[in-house]
């Protein structure tokens, strides 16, 4: 079975840019979630979506929005780049919702390596 | 709110010798457990995970865990390490639900290997 893809890889954006990244769960997947990984503040949780709808939300600013279609692939959405927001942003999938009151193992995907100059 | 520390930033070790890495954890009631590594420039993967039942759990990559509910811990072991073994440890908790939703990971511990 295929792991979670995301793309693309890498991205070079400048400042006030908008940029949309890509994320393609495990088949039957039916959550998933995107996270920021920074030097400064480790993994970030930025928010969930399940059943086309966004769950959980992590402390981020509206400049970070998301979507999720039909056949549970994501996309992650950031207007007005800021440097800050360069990042790896990793995308995770579940077979169902987090905190559903079962356990739910998440699995990675590679990430986008995002550099904002 | 739930936490997880890591005190140890960077460990080195010798290849072949022994690895314990620490995971501490605050959380209300019976947390989901999770040890991830992850190599440079790539994601996070999946060593192993603890629900509930046996305390030591085995992993892939020959690591196991034990959770410790009376010290709040959950630390990853190797008998022998091996220099691929070099990267990021990051240790997790999950959300069980009943106002927690949001998964919470360490800050990482960068495993270093010496020949």
Redesign the interface.
């Known amino acids: 079975k295929a792991g979670v893809t995301q793309t693309p890889r890498y991205l070079i954006k400048t400042r006030g840019q908008q940029v949309t990244l890509s994320c393609s769960p495990i088949s039957g997947h039916r959550s998933v979630s995107w996270y920021q990984q920074t030097p400064g503040q480790g993994l970030q949780f930025l928010f969930e979506y399940f059943s086309e709808t966004q769950r959980n939300k992590g402390n981020f600013p509206g400049r970070f929005s998301g979507r999720q279609f039909s056949n549970s692939r994501s996309e992650m959405n950031v207007s007005t780049l800021e440097l800050g927001d360069s990042a790896l942003y990793l995308c995770a999938s579940s077979l169902e919702r987090l905190g559903g009151g079962r356990p739910e193992t998440q699995y990675f995907g590679p990430g986008t390596r995002l550099l904002v100059l | 709110a739930q936490s997880v520390t890591q005190p140890d930033i960077h460990i080195t070790v010798s290849e072949g010798a022994s690895l314990e890495l620490r995971c501490n954890y605050s959380y209300g009631a019976t947390p989901?457990l999770?040890w991830?590594v992850q190599s440079p420039?790539?994601?996070?993967?999946?060593l192993l995970?603890y629900?509930s039942g046996d305390t030591l759990v085995q992993g892939i990559k020959g690591f196991e865990a034990e959770f410790k509910r009376s010290q709040s811990s959950f630390n990853l072991r190797k008998p022998s390490v091996h220099w691929s073994d070099a990267a990021e440890y990051?240790c997790a908790v999950?959300?069980?639900?009943?106002g927690?939703?949001?998964?919470?990971?360490?800050?990482?511990t960068s495993l270093i290997v010496h020949p």
């Open positions: 989901y999770f991830y420039g790539q994601g996070l993967q999946l995970k629900f990051f999950g959300p069980t639900g009943g927690s939703y949001i998964p919470t990971f360490g800050r990482g």
